[in-house]
C-alpha cells in the first residue's frame, strides 16, 4: 500500500516537473489538459473499469454460489436430522425419532441412509408392518441389504417364527458368511429346528471361523452328532444313527447320552453282544439306570424275570460297590417277586440315608411283599424327605431333569446337561421342574423341546455401510 502510494506521489511530481498539455479532438469537440490532469484522469477511468468489470462477474456468478451454499447447508442439517434420529432411537423416543426420520428423508434424498432410521422409528413406534416394508426395500439394494435381512430376522424372531427366521439367517450368511452373530443365530434356528446334519455344517464352519471357542466347540458337535443320529434313525436308517452315535461316542467317551443311544441303537439292530459289552463298560465309569434296564433286557431278559435277575447280577459285578448297582438289582428282584433279594440290595444300597428312589422301592416292596401298612407309609413319609437321586442337571441354571435333552428345557441353553450323582445335585440346591417325575428314573426316552433365543442386535452401528 504505502509502495503503491509512493508510486503515485513519484509519478505525479515527475509529471508536474516536466510541464506541457495533451489536446484531444472527437466529434467537434476540442479538449485541451494539462499532463498531469491527464494522467490522473485516464488512472482514475481505469481503475474505475476494473472495479465494475468485477462487479460485474460477482453478480454474474452468485445464483450458482447462492446454489451450491443452499445445497451443502440442506445436506448438514439432513445429517442432523439423521443423527438426532439415531440418538432418538437409542433414547427410545418414538414421536422425535420419526420426526426426524422423516426430515431426513426430505433433506437427504438418499434412502440408504435413511431408510434405517425410519424402519427403526417404525419399530419404536410399533408399527412392525411399516418396519417390514422399510427392511424389504432395504433388502432390494445391494449396499443397504444385510441391514435389511437383519432386521427382517430379528422380527421373525420376536414373532416367534422359528422358519421365517432361518430362511433370512440363511440369506445374511449368504451375505456376510464371516459374521459370527450370523453362524450362531443360524446354527440355533438349524438346533430349533431340529435340522442337525446343517447345524453341524454351520458348526464347522463357526469353529473355522473362531466365531465360537474351540472347547465350546468340540462340547457343541457331539451333542450335534447325537441329533444327526436321531436325525437318522427317525428316516429309518439305523445303520447311519449308529455311526453318528459313535462319532459322538468317539468325540466325548464320558457324554453319556451319546453311550445310551448306542447301545439303544445295537440292541434294535440286533447287536445283542456287543452291547452287553458295551453296557458293561459303561457301568464300571458311570451306572445309569437306563444301562441296567437295556442290560436286563437282552436276551430273554425281557419276558423271564428270573433270568433278569441273573443278568443283573453279572453287570452289578463290573462295579460291585455302587449303589446304583444294588438298585438295579432290587428292582429285577422286584420284578421276580424275590422279596429277600430284594430287601438285601435296597438296605446295601440305602446306606445311613436312603434316596428318595430307595425309600419308594422300600415301599413298594412292603406293600407288595405284604408288610405292614405302617410301615409302607413311614417309607412314603421317609421318600418326601429324602435327598433327590442323581438326575440330569443343567450346568447353567441347575434345573434337574428325568431325561436328557439336547437344550435345557428351563434355560434353553444347549447341551448343558449331565448326569450328576445326588451329592452334587444336592450341592445345587436342586430345583426340580413342574412335571411329573417317572417314578424309578428308568425312562430313557429322549424328548425334545427347543426355543430359539433372540438375538437383540444393535443395527446403529452399521448404518452407513
Ligand atoms: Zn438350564
Same mark, same amino acid.
Request: hydrophobic share 45%; aromatic share 6%; with cysteine.
Given at each position: 500500500?504505502?509502495?503503491?502510494?509512493?508510486?503515485?506521489?513519484?509519478?505525479?511530481?515527475?509529471?508536474?516537473?516536466?510541464?506541457?498539455?495533451?489536446?484531444?479532438?472527437?466529434?467537434?469537440?476540442?479538449?485541451?489538459?494539462?499532463?498531469?490532469?491527464?494522467?490522473?484522469?485516464?488512472?482514475?477511468?481505469?481503475?474505475?473499469?476494473?472495479?465494475?468489470?468485477?462487479?460485474?462477474?460477482?453478480?454474474?456468478?452468485?445464483?450458482?454460489?447462492?446454489?451450491?451454499?443452499?445445497?451443502?447447508?440442506?445436506?448438514?442439517?439432513?445429517?442432523?436430522? =439423521?443423527?438426532?434420529?439415531?440418538? /432418538?432411537?437409542?433414547? @427410545? *423416543?418414538?414421536?422425535? #425419532?420419526?420426526?426426524? $426420520? !422423516? &426430515? +431426513? %428423508?426430505?433433506?437427504?434424498?438418499?434412502?440408504?441412509?435413511?431408510?434405517?432410521?425410519?424402519?427403526?422409528?417404525?419399530?419404536?413406534?410399533?408399527?412392525?408392518?411399516?418396519?417390514?416394508?422399510?427392511?424389504?426395500?432395504?433388502?432390494?439394494?445391494?449396499?443397504?441389504?444385510?441391514?435389511?435381512?437383519?432386521?427382517?430376522?430379528?422380527?421373525?424372531?420376536?414373532?416367534?417364527?422359528?422358519?421365517?427366521?432361518?430362511?433370512?439367517?440363511?440369506?445374511?450368511?449368504?451375505?456376510?458368511?464371516?459374521?459370527?452373530?450370523?453362524?450362531?443365530?443360524?446354527?440355533?434356528?438349524?438346533?430349533?429346528?431340529?435340522?442337525?446334519?446343517?447345524?453341524?455344517?454351520?458348526?464347522?464352519?463357526?469353529?473355522?471361523?473362531?466365531?465360537?471357542?474351540?472347547?465350546?466347540?468340540?462340547?457343541?458337535?457331539?451333542?450335534?452328532? =447325537?441329533?444327526?443320529?436321531?436325525? /437318522?434313525?427317525?428316516? @429309518? *436308517?439305523?445303520?447311519? #444313527?449308529?455311526?453318528? $452315535? !459313535? &462319532? +459322538? %461316542?468317539?468325540?466325548?467317551?464320558?457324554?453319556?447320552?451319546?453311550?445310551?443311544?448306542?447301545?439303544?441303537?445295537?440292541?434294535?439292530?440286533?447287536?445283542?453282544?456287543?452291547?452287553?459289552?458295551?453296557?458293561?463298560?459303561?457301568?464300571?465309569?458311570?451306572?445309569?439306570?437306563?444301562?441296567?434296564?437295556?442290560?436286563?433286557?437282552?436276551?430273554?431278559?425281557?419276558?423271564?424275570?428270573?433270568?433278569?435277575?441273573?443278568?443283573?447280577?453279572?453287570?452289578?459285578?463290573?462295579?460291585?460297590?455302587?449303589?446304583?448297582?444294588?438298585?438295579?438289582?432290587?428292582?429285577?428282584?422286584?420284578?421276580?417277586?424275590?422279596?429277600?433279594?430284594?430287601?438285601?440290595?435296597?438296605?446295601?444300597?440305602?446306606?445311613?440315608?436312603?434316596?428318595?428312589?430307595?425309600?419308594?422301592?422300600?415301599?413298594?416292596?412292603?406293600?407288595?411283599?405284604?408288610?405292614?401298612?405302617?410301615?409302607?407309609?413311614?417309607?412314603?413319609?421317609?421318600?418326601?424327605?429324602?435327598?433327590?437321586?442323581?438326575?440330569?442337571?443343567?450346568?447353567?441354571?441347575?434345573?434337574?431333569?428325568?431325561?436328557?435333552?439336547?437344550?435345557?428345557?428351563?434355560?434353553?441353553?444347549?447341551?448343558?446337561?449331565?448326569?450328576?450323582?445326588?451329592?452334587?445335585?444336592?450341592?445345587?440346591?436342586?430345583?426340580?421342574?413342574?412335571?411329573?417325575?417317572?417314578?424309578?428314573?428308568?425312562?430313557?426316552?429322549?424328548?425334545?423341546?427347543?426355543?430359539?433365543?433372540?438375538?437383540?442386535?444393535?443395527?446403529?452401528?452399521?448404518?452407513?455401510?
Amino acid at each position: 500500500m504505502i509502495l503503491s502510494l509512493a508510486a503515485v506521489v513519484v509519478t505525479a511530481v515527475w509529471f508536474s516537473e516536466r510541464p506541457g498539455s495533451v489536446l484531444i479532438e472527437w466529434e467537434g469537440w476540442l479538449i485541451q489538459l494539462s499532463v498531469g490532469r491527464f494522467v490522473l484522469t485516464a488512472a482514475v477511468l481505469l481503475i474505475a473499469s476494473v472495479f465494475l468489470l468485477g462487479l460485474m462477474g460477482a453478480v454474474g456468478k452468485a445464483p450458482k454460489k447462492l446454489r451450491e451454499w443452499r445445497q451443502s447447508s440442506r445436506r448438514e442439517r439432513g445429517y442432523k436430522a =439423521l443423527t438426532n434420529g439415531m440418538v /432418538a432411537v437409542a433414547a @427410545g *423416543d418414538p414421536e422425535e #425419532a420419526n420426526r426426524q $426420520a !422423516r &426430515r +431426513a %428423508n426430505i433433506l437427504l434424498k438418499e434412502p440408504p441412509l435413511t431408510m434405517l432410521l425410519s424402519a427403526q422409528a417404525a419399530q419404536l413406534n410399533g408399527d412392525e408392518e411399516a418396519a417390514a416394508r422399510y427392511f424389504e426395500e432395504m433388502l432390494g439394494r445391494p449396499e443397504t441389504a444385510f441391514l435389511g435381512v437383519r432386521g427382517l430376522l430379528i422380527k421373525a424372531q420376536k414373532e416367534n417364527n422359528r422358519q421365517a427366521a432361518l430362511l433370512y439367517a440363511e440369506r445374511a450368511y449368504e451375505l456376510q458368511p464371516k459374521t459370527a452373530w450370523v453362524l450362531n443365530t443360524m446354527f440355533d434356528l438349524q438346533i430349533a429346528e431340529g435340522r442337525w446334519r446343517a447345524a453341524l455344517a454351520t458348526l464347522d464352519e463357526a469353529d473355522k471361523r473362531g466365531a465360537v471357542g474351540a472347547a465350546s466347540a468340540q462340547k457343541r458337535r457331539a451333542v450335534v452328532l =447325537l441329533g444327526c443320529s436321531e436325525e /437318522a434313525d427317525t428316516a @429309518g *436308517d439305523l445303520s447311519n #444313527a449308529l455311526k453318528f $452315535a !459313535r &462319532r +459322538a %461316542n468317539t468325540l466325548a467317551p464320558d457324554f453319556l447320552p451319546a453311550v445310551l443311544r448306542i447301545i439303544d441303537i445295537m440292541i434294535r439292530m440286533g447287536k445283542a453282544r456287543p452291547a452287553s459289552r458295551f453296557i458293561q463298560n459303561a457301568w464300571a465309569r458311570t451306572p445309569h439306570p437306563a444301562l441296567a434296564s437295556s442290560y436286563g433286557e437282552i436276551g430273554d431278559g425281557g419276558n423271564d424275570a428270573l433270568r433278569r435277575v441273573k443278568r443283573l447280577e453279572k453287570l452289578l459285578s463290573f462295579n460291585p460297590d455302587h449303589p446304583e448297582s444294588h438298585i438295579a438289582l432290587a428292582k429285577a428282584a422286584l420284578q421276580a417277586k424275590l422279596w429277600g433279594e430284594a430287601r438285601k440290595h435296597l438296605e446295601s444300597a440305602a446306606g445311613e440315608d436312603p434316596s428318595a428312589r430307595v425309600c419308594r422301592m422300600m415301599a413298594e416292596l412292603e406293600e407288595r411283599s405284604g408288610g405292614n401298612s405302617e410301615n409302607v407309609r413311614s417309607w412314603l413319609i421317609r421318600a418326601s424327605d429324602a435327598p433327590p437321586d442323581a438326575a440330569w442337571v443343567c450346568a447353567d441354571c441347575g434345573a434337574a431333569w428325568d431325561e436328557w435333552t439336547a437344550t435345557c428345557g428351563s434355560c434353553d441353553a444347549f447341551g448343558s446337561l449331565a448326569w450328576e450323582p445326588p451329592a452334587h445335585a444336592r450341592a445345587l440346591s436342586l430345583q426340580v421342574p413342574d412335571k411329573e417325575p417317572s417314578s424309578l428314573l428308568l425312562d430313557d426316552e429322549i424328548s425334545k423341546g427347543y426355543e430359539s433365543e433372540i438375538v437383540d442386535a444393535d443395527v446403529a452401528e452399521n448404518s452407513k455401510a
